[in-house]
Structure formats: structure tokens, C-alpha cells
């Protein structure tokens, strides 16, 4: 629908600019003049400083609708930003389009209001085409300073900092901009995983090779092989484009990387002297990489013993989004063999599965991805968690060992790839799970949208800084979704519904862990008619099933269905009635954990998945321990007969309240108006209930 309707509005606005350029037409054609385009019209009122041109000019290409919004509003918003960044006591140059400069309600108009000195600056040079060719033409000298690309271990010259941002995969991108001359340089790495494949760096290189003239911008200059400081081949390459800018390549493959470096920038830039001192500036750190060490990520959740030509990478199938899980790869430099300890977080609070189930069915995926064949695999413990453990054939000659332990919600895959048969056993045995260590304290964090407060062990600013968030405004809906019940129709048998129900997800960068919130705003028709006394308020008449303590793979019951069952009730500080829900599955060692707030009309639903080992992480404690609902609507008794409430309504003059009542009913308990059969008896003898459109 809303293609459509831009769609719809650019065929307007088009037909539009038709008209103009028709009546343009055929106003020069009266006047024996030539034509003149919209484009060449608005540069030529630009220039000669002809404003009420300008006004006209936007004015007649656009519609009342779009000029309201997209030019007005817009001239409002910026002259009250340019107000404020002056007054704060910082310089301004500001860009702006010419369609906002002119008229009563422009930019120009609204900075006059605000008592600001308005002035054009005038064109002295009766030729500009030239200056402006001239000055494209000029270098401006530029200094280049030390930079260090921690993450990759290169150090290498650059116009201040080299800026980085989200990117899909294992993939890392860095960008520097020489501004002064339209350059910019960049660097990008990429993951080969060739040792595991079994593809040389010198093979892979040939293969870039090959490709590199379909893919290099322009017509190929010059192209040569190189090496860097540690050895390992690259390929440099030259290219021009066909508007002449020059644009320079270094490629490099190391033994579980590609690493790109360009310099690109108008005429001859990327092949001059600050281009030259940027390639020669590159360096990989000589750092040790034979050999194995341990690795513990800052979050020290756990360690492993791993080669030292090894990569870390955090959100390794991530994209703009929370926190999906951790890679660290890493090649024995002697051997060629591949080790890989993989975190992944799956949610299961839709549906739990038996651990043994889920495991094989893991190994059972990375046979048929790696076209290996399953030669045995066995369950275990490890760090006192469910573990699967494998060894698989592959049809290269390589064998892959694995092992998969479970912990809640987060999955640990440990995968060796050798040239000899025999299990790594020194890997294996060097993974250990610790105590999380959280990369930040909690602060306290406001949702207005449904309604509560709590602290949150909040994004680290690193997390903040690569995704663009701000780190000193964080809101919390860092993901979420809604779910909307209000809907209305003309026909008059319809059923509008005053229910609502929002949820957001509360994430840690650290883990990956969540919470879900779901805010669910009952009917005001809405009552639960059987109550236990002992229960605080709290509901008893649903069947959740029977509740019992999952054993890991426990072969002395025959239960394998998921059950639900409230395992506590109480009140909360605030004096709402509150139940503690489990939900768990013979077999499986995850459950979900939920507490239920009713709080007037409005019920929190606060969820998460929880490993029964464990129990509640310590970002989960924070957030649960410190939940306070806010929503502010007046007392509202669930428990309260409102049989007579709807009757009265389903005859009300209003459609609407006739309408939502006729959704009450629906939503009515089978006790509607077991203690008031009276009103329901003068309610059926009314004269008006024939004329209602449904039967009771």
C-alpha cells in the first residue's frame, strides 16, 4: 500500500513538472526565445541571487501537500537548528537546498524572524566555470598520522582516525577521508577459511587474480604481485575511470584473511605522494603466531586454548542487529590444521526440545554443510552441561572432530579439522565456562511506551559506537514488536476490540541473553470469575498442567510433554499481585521463566529462557529484580462481575461503545450473568434486542 501510494505520488509530481515544462515550452515559443529547463532555471535563479525565483520555481513543480511537508516544515526545523548550534557558541557552515532559501515560510525568512542578518554573497568573478575548475585541480597538502588497527594487527599511516561501521559476516570495513581533496582511503578484511577448505593463500590470490579485471572500477593501468612484511602474496593494481580519477589496490592473503587496501580521489590523487606514503606505511605486527595460548573474551564467560594465528569476531552472521553470537578460528601455522570454537544463542521460549534431540540434530547439519560422514558420536557432560561430541570423515581425507555443549539458551561448538586421525584431546579439554563478567554497571532505564522502569546492564559503548546508537541516550526498545488489537469497520456486525498488547526485547551486547516484555492492556469488559482466596488477587481457574524438575536425559519417566505451571505468588512492593511461571520439558535442561504483574487493567508478562542448572544469569536478576510497572490507569477490578456493564452498552446510541460491548460479550466467562439473571431477562425483553445484529 505505501509503494503504492509513492508510486502514486512521483507519477503526480511528474505530471507536474510536465505541465511546467509544456507551458514552458510554449510561452518561449511565443516569445521567439529558447527554452529553458527546470534544472537550468532554478541554477540560474541560484546564482544571480534571484530568491522570489526560486519560490515560484519550488512552488509550481511540486504539490500543496508535498510543499507543506517536505519543503516548510522542513525550513522550520532547520532554522531553529541553525539557531540553536549558534547559540550554543559554535562555527556553522550549513548546505541546504536551494527550494528552502526563498518565500515567506524559507529558511532565510525564518532566521530574518529570529533577528539574524541575512546577506547574499555576491559572485565578483564573471567567469566561475573557471575558478571552479581550478579549484578541483589544486592538492591541498595533508598530514598523515600513525594509526593502529587493533582488531587486525596493522599499523599503517592515515588523514586522522580510520572510522569503522556494521558490516554483514566476519567481514570488517575502515574508512578516512581526505576531504580537502575528495579522497578517501579504506581498508577491508574478509574471512578465507582456507585452511579448512584446504586452499592455499597463493591459491586463493591466483583466483582474485582472475577475477580482478571484471571487478577493478575503469580501465585496468597497471597490475603486479607484491608481498608484505610477513610475507604473504598480494597483488597491487592501478585503474582510471572514465571521468580520469585514478584509483590504487594492495591486496594481501593471509592464512585466514584477505585484507584490501584502496585510495581513491579526483585526478591523479590516489597516485601521489600521501597515496604513496600510505601503501608503504602498511605493517602486520611479527607477533608469534606459532604455538597454541588460551583465549578469554573480555566477558572472561569462557576459555579455550587456541592457535595463535587465530581471529575473534563478535556477531559473526550479524547484520545492524543485537548481539547473534561469537567466532574464534585459528590455524596451526605447522600443521595446517583448523580449530573453531563457535557461541551461538537460539531462543527457545516458543518451543523447548529434548537436548539429545537438538544436539544430534546440530552434528547431523554440520555433516551434510561439510559433505562429511558421521563416523560415531556419543553424550556427555561438560562444565556440568549437556555435551554431544562427534567425529566425522570428510571426503578431502581431513577429519573433523567436534564437540556442542549446551547452557540454556547459548550453544558452544568446538570443531577441530586434522590431517592425521586422533582427537586434539588438549583443545577439547581446555574449555571451561566461568562467571560472566558484564562489560558495564546497571543503569536505570525508562520505557514510556509500555510503561515500566528497570535496570539494565546496558550496551557497552563500544556496542553503541559501531552500531550508531547513542551511547549517552540509550532508550530502551533496542529490538522489538507490537501487536495491535484495535481495529474498526463500517459494517455494522462487526466487533471492535479495546484490548492491546505491546512487547519489546531487553538484549546484552555481552551475551546475547534477553528478556522479552509483553504489556498486554485488558477490556474494560474483561473478568476472570473464579478466584482463589489464598491467592492474592491472583487467578487459579486456568489448567496449567503439573510441574516437575527436568532431568537431563532422564529415562524414568515417561512425560514428554511441556507443562506451565505457576510456582510462587506474591506482592510486589507496589501492591500488585504477581505469579512466578515455569515452563519446562522432560529431557531438556532449558525452561522458560516468566512473572506475571496485574496492575490494574494492564498485565506484564516478563520472560525469559533459563538454563535449570544455573538459573537466572545476573543480567536477568538486575532486570527482574528491579522491574516497576508505571502505567497509571485507574483501579480496575479483574475480578468484578461486568455482565450488567455490557448489557447496558450493547444498547448504547453510540456505534462505537456498541460495538466494543458486542466484543465484551465474546470475551465474556461461561458464568455471564449467573448472579444477575434479571438484567439479562429485562436485557432479551427489551424491544431494541431483536433490532441488535446477532443472537445471544
Known amino acids: 500500500m505505501i509503494m503504492e501510494m509513492m508510486a502514486s505520488k512521483a507519477q503526480r509530481d511528474e505530471e507536474k513538472l510536465d505541465e511546467v515544462v509544456e507551458e514552458d515550452e510554449e510561452y518561449a515559443e511565443e516569445k521567439g526565445g529558447s527554452y529553458k529547463s527546470y534544472d537550468e532555471k532554478l541554477n540560474e535563479a541560484y546564482r544571480t541571487g534571484n530568491i522570489k525565483a526560486l519560490d515560484s520555481l519550488s512552488k509550481k513543480s511540486s504539490g500543496k501537500g508535498f510543499h507543506k511537508y517536505m519543503i516548510v516544515e522542513r525550513n522550520r526545523t532547520m532554522a531553529h537548528s ?10 556553522l557552515f550549513a548546505g541546504i537546498g536551494a527550494a528552502h532559501l526563498s518565500g515567506n515560510e524559507g529558511v532565510l525568512q525564518f532566521l530574518k524572524d529570529m533577528g539574524y542578518k541575512v546577506r547574499p554573497m555576491e559572485f565578483s568573478n564573471p567567469k566561475p566555470g573557471k575558478t571552479k575548475t581550478k579549484m578541483e585541480e589544486m592538492e591541498v597538502p595533508t598530514t598523515l598520522s600513525n594509526q593502529y588497527l587493533e582488531k587486525e594487527g596493522i599499523s599503517l599511516l592515515g588523514v586522522e582516525k580510520f572510522y569503522t561501521f556494521p558490516t554483514p559476516g566476519n567481514m570488517n570495513f575502515y574508512l578516512t577521508f581526505d576531504l580537502a581533496n575528495g579522497s578517501f582511503y579504506f581498508v577491508n578484511t574478509m574471512p578465507t577459511f582456507g585452511a579448512f577448505e584446504n586452499k592455499s593463500p597463493e591459491y586463493i590470490l591466483d583466483q582474485m587474480d582472475s577475477l580482478v579485471y571484471e571487478f577493478t ?12 612484511n610477513l610475507g604473504y602474496p598480494g597483488l597491487e593494481v592501478v585503474s582510471k575511470t572514465k571521468s580520469g580519477n585514478s584509483q590504487k589496490y594492495q591486496f594481501f592473503v593471509g592464512p585466514q584473511k584477505i585484507y584490501s587496501f584502496k585510495v581513491s580521489g579526483k585526478a591523479e590523487y590516489a597516485l601521489g605522494k600521501d597515496a604513496e606514503k600510505f601503501f608503504n606505511s602498511i605493517s602486520f605486527d611479527n607477533k608469534n603466531r606459532e604455538g597454541f595460548s588460551v583465549f578469554k573474551p573480555k566477558h572472561e564467560q569462557y576459555e579455550v586454548s587456541m592457535p595463535n594465528e587465530r581471529e575473534f569476531a563478535q556477531n559473526p552472521d550479524g547484520f545492524f542487529n543485537q548481539f547473534q553470537g561469537e567466532k574464534i578460528t585459528g590455524v596451526d601455522l605447522k600443521t595446517n590444521d583448523f580449530y573453531c570454537l563457535t557461541k551461538a544463542v537460539y531462543d527457545g521460549t516458543e518451543k523447548l526440545e529434548v537436548d539429545t534431540f537438538e544436539l544430534s540434530y ?18 556427555g557432560l561438560s562444565n556440568n ?105 463500517e459494517d455494522d ?19 546475547g541473553e534477553y528478556v ?26 486456568r489448567n496449567w498442567g503439573s510441574f516437575y524438575e527436568p532431568k537431563f536425559l532422564g529415562k524414568n519417566s515417561n512425560v514428554d510433554s511441556t507443562t506451565w505451571r505457576r510456582v510462587n505468588k506474591f506482592v510486589n512492593a507496589q501492591g500488585d499481585s504477581c505469579g512466578e511461571y515455569r515452563t519446562s520439558r522432560h529431557g531438556s535442561t532449558e525452561q522458560t521463566y516468566t512473572i506475571r504483574i496485574d496492575k490494574s487493567r494492564a498485565t506484564y508478562y516478563i520472560t525469559t529462557t533459563i538454563d535449570s542448572v544455573n538459573g537466572l544469569s545476573e543480567f536477568k536478576k538486575v532486570f527482574y529484580n ?53 438484567e439479562l431477562k429485562a436485557a432479551i425483553e427489551d424491544p431494541k434486542f431483536y433490532g441488535l445484529p446477532f443472537c445471544l
Open 82 to 91: 541553525y539557531d540553536s548550534i549558534i547559540k550554543s557558541g559554535k562555527s
Open 217 to 228: 572500477a575503469g580501465k585496468m593501468v597497471s597490475h603486479k604481485r607484491i608481498k608484505n
Open 626 to 678: 528491579s522491574f516497576i510497572p508505571t502505567d497509571t490507569f485507574p483501579r480496575f477490578d479483574k475480578y468484578a462481575d461486568k455482565s450488567v456493564l455490557i448489557l447496558k452498552d450493547l444498547y448504547s446510541d453510540d456505534s462505537t461503545t456498541m460495538k466494543t460491548a458486542r466484543f465484551g460479550l465474546s470475551i465474556a466467562p461461561k458464568s455471564f450473568c449467573k448472579n444477575n439473571y434479571a
Open 362 to 379: 546440530f552434528i547431523e547439519r554440520i555433516a551434510k554443510n561439510t559433505q562429511a560422514d558421521i563416523k560415531n558420536k556419543a553424550f
Open 493 to 511: 456486525n462487526i466487533e471492535i476490540s479495546d484490548e492491546k498488547s505491546e512487547r519489546t526485547f531487553v538484549y546484552s551486547d555481552t551475551t
Open 385 to 489: 552441561r549437556p555435551k554431544i561430541s562427534a567425529e566425522l570423515t570428510r571426503k578431502n581425507g581431513k577429519f573433523i572432530y567436534i564437540d556442542i555443549v549446551k547452557s540454556g539458551i547459548e550453544y558452544f561448538m568446538l570443531m577441530a579439522q586434522t590431517s592425521k586421525e586422533g582427537r586434539p584431546d588438549e583443545f577439547f579439554n581446555s574449555f571451561k565456562i566461568g562467571k560472566t563478567k558484564y562489560l558495564n554497571k546497571p543503569v536505570e532505564i525508562v520505557d514510556t511506551f509500555l510503561h515500566y522502569k528497570a535496570n539494565f546492564i546496558g550496551l557497552s559503548r563500544e556496542y553503541c559506537d559501531k552500531n550508531y546508537v547513542n551511547y549517552d541516550k540509550i532508550s530502551l526498545s533496542i529490538i522489538g514488536d507490537e501487536d495491535d488489537y484495535y481495529y474498526d469497520d
Open 516 to 541: 522479552s516484555v509483553r504489556y498486554v492492556l485488558e477490556s474494560k469488559y474483561f473478568w476472570e470469575d473464579t478466584v482463589n482466596s489464598n491467592s492474592n488477587g491472583y487467578y487459579e481457574n
